[in-house]
């Protein structure tokens, strides 16, 4: 380390001489923000490959925390492996309701313009907004108050996590709705197509990659949420990754955990990257400009 | 008006049906819970099991619950604690917009052909899980963490210090870390939108590269440091568990681990939960609103 200090210091000065040639500086800083976000994620995926207890020393490179260890390991120990089941089953099941109810509603609000139509949007924006906690609250008391007959647990996390994400889905599937145009829907009907016929067979297609990202991001919302899973927990059984991360990880941490939660890393990432490949096979089909990670970048705002 | 009459907006009901199952979802999952906060803060509470009891006749509603945790928050037992919220999370913005405003800047406008590497690296924490970003932390500031042994064979400290007890400088550590990739993004948004031959005019007219940033890209920027503050400070002032995982003590308690007691952690406490939750909801109103109004301006610009 310090031998190589000195030379670090005279590269920097170097650098200060002159910042505003090319923006050295700049890219420097930017280096160095991004090494502090990420390597942190890196070291705490090594040390779910450790092959001893230890998260601060590395011991080897083992599979120990993943499935060989007989009691410990995600795969044996029961508590870690149903928040596994548990997290997979909710992104599958809210993945499935939400896209179709999104695309539905986006359709709607996007063509509808009567009375109600104002509010109906502003409805819909309105859980994009709303801090996770009052929603968590709110969901609580609901479904052990009101709509009781929706018991805690799966049941319930399963109708938040549609809610939470569901605005999401309408804004991506708008977008693309007002890329599109209505230009083919007319010329479907023009050439005699019914309105619904030009909707499935002429719209849908062109939604179709539209559809596909907001099922995967979906998926990697709903594995990634905490609160309203926290909030509207019943038992073991329904503890969530990000649940059991949060009640373990000062208690009773252990590499296994580290494992958890990178299996719960290469789930969304891999989610995202699907979404992210599809997007960018269709945008080269219709010759966008630009790239696809671009294109996700903006997608959040 | 006219625009209704074209050939594909004759159909209103369809689009209205396909608009229903959608809204009716909202208005029963959205709107209805937020009735039920309002019923059990204004509630009563069970005189035997001392359970919040929700009143769902608004004529009935009851602001005694309500009031006595607003006079705590203001000067009671609570406001050490709200004081201490906004503290971190001001604290935790600014400094999100400090390292923050010259990476989104850097991506934009200067990285050449580093820019999709960089875009991904930039994106990849939205899609990490916070809590294991969190985890991540805990593990390198343990006391035999990386943290400690870097700083001890640099020869900074004589022995290994407690990170996570009690500590403001990892809150916000934390705070900071968990949510700046949220700002960084709408503001690489904004400035991507600059026109670039509007910064070249600035320099074509003789404006040094300082002075072009201040008067040019900084005011064009200013919405998108807008948008990304506020989409840090509406869950940062939510934030409960950043705190409990990152320090777990009562010296960096912050607003929402009031709610997150009252709700999780004991019986009796549901209706001071809601209470404290309205309170939350209401002081961050303005910044809901805010963000709403900016969503809707985009969609329109959108449409157009």
Not at chain 1, 230 to 238: C, N, T
Not at chain 2, 188 to 212: K, Q, Y
Not at chain 2, 258 to 263: K, M
């Amino acid at each position: 380390m310090e031998i190589e200090r000195p030379s670090v210091l005279a590269r920097l000065k170097r650098w200060l001489a002159n910042p505003w040639n090319r923006p050295r500086l700049l890219a420097l800083w930017t280096w160095i923000y991004l090494a502090w976000s990420i390597v942190p994620i890196v070291i705490a995926v090594q040390f779910s490959f450790n092959a001893g207890r230890s998260r601060s020393t590395w011991q080897g490179f083992s599979f120990q925390w993943y499935f060989q260890d007989p009691d410990l390991s995600v795969l044996h120990d029961p508590s870690l492996r149903l928040a596994l089941i548990q997290s997979l089953k909710l992104a599958g099941l809210s993945m499935l309701i939400t896209t179709p109810l999104g695309v539905a509603l986006a359709l709607g609000l996007a063509r509808w313009r009567g009375r109600g139509a104002k509010p109906a949007n502003f409805l819909m924006l309105f859980p994009l907004v709303t801090p996770e906690i009052v929603m968590g609250v709110a969901l609580f008391l609901v479904f052990t108050n009101l709509l009781d007959f929706v018991p805690l647990g799966t049941p319930a996390q399963l109708l938040g996590h549609v809610t939470f994400s569901l605005s999401l889905v309408v804004i991506i599937i708008r977008g693309r709705l007002f890329a599109v145009g209505r230009e083919y829907e007319e010329a479907a009907m023009d050439l005699g197509a019914t309105q619904w016929e030009s909707l499935r067979r002429v719209l849908l297609p062109l939604l179709a990659p539209a559809i596909f990202s907001a099922l995967m991001i979906v998926f990697a919302l709903s594995i990634d949420d905490f609160v309203i899973s926290a909030f509207l927990v019943s038992q073991e059984s329904s503890i969530t990754i990000p649940v059991r991360l949060y009640s373990s990880a000062r208690m009773a941490p252990s590499p296994a955990l580290n494992a958890l939660a990178s299996l719960l890393l290469f789930g969304s990432l891999t989610a995202i990257t699907l979404a992210g490949l599809f997007l960018r096979r269709y945008r080269k089909r219709e010759g966008a400009r630009g790239s696809a990670v671009e294109d996700l970048a903006r997608l959040e705002i | 008006m006219a625009e209704q009459t074209g050939v594909v907006g004759e159909r209103t009901w369809l689009w209205r049906a396909f608009a229903a199952p959608g809204v009716t979802w909202l208005i029963l999952l959205f709107l209805t819970p937020f009735y039920a906060i309002l019923s059990v803060a204004m509630g009563k509470l069970d005189p035997i099991f001392l359970t919040a009891e929700p009143v769902w006749n608004p004529a009935a509603w009851d602001p005694g619950v309500f009031a006595e945790a607003f006079g705590e928050i203001f000067g009671g037992a609570l406001g050490e604690t709200a004081l201490r919220t906004i503290a971190y999370v001001i604290v935790a913005t600014s400094l999100s917009v400090l390292i923050g405003y010259p990476v989104a800047y850097y991506v934009s406008r200067r990285a050449g052909r580093w820019k999709i590497l960089i875009l991904v690296l930039l994106i990849a924490p939205f899609w990490i899980n916070y809590l294991m970003r969190m985890l991540s932390w805990v593990n390198l500031l343990d006391r035999e963490g990386y943290v400690n042994q870097i700083l001890m064979a640099l020869q900074i400290f004589d022995e290994p210090r407690e990170w996570l007890v009690g500590r403001h400088e990892t809150v916000i550590l934390g705070l900071v870390y968990g949510y700046i990739p949220f700002f960084i993004l709408p503001l690489f948004a904004a400035l991507d939108r600059i026109d670039e031959a509007v910064v070249e005019a600035s320099r074509d007219l003789g404006a040094s590269p300082f002075w072009t940033f201040l008067r040019v890209t900084l005011p064009l920027s200013k919405q998108g440091i807008l948008a990304g503050t506020v989409i840090i400070m509406l869950p940062m002032f939510g934030d409960y568990y950043t705190p409990n995982l990152l320090s777990g003590s009562p010296k960096t308690r912050m607003f929402a681990n009031e709610i997150d007691l009252f709700v999780n952690q004991t019986t009796s406490g549901g209706g001071r939960g809601a209470a404290l939750t309205l309170i939350l909801m209401g002081f961050v109103g303005l910044l809901m609103v805010y963000y709403l109004l900016s969503v809707a301006r985009a969609t329109r610009e959108a449409r157009a």
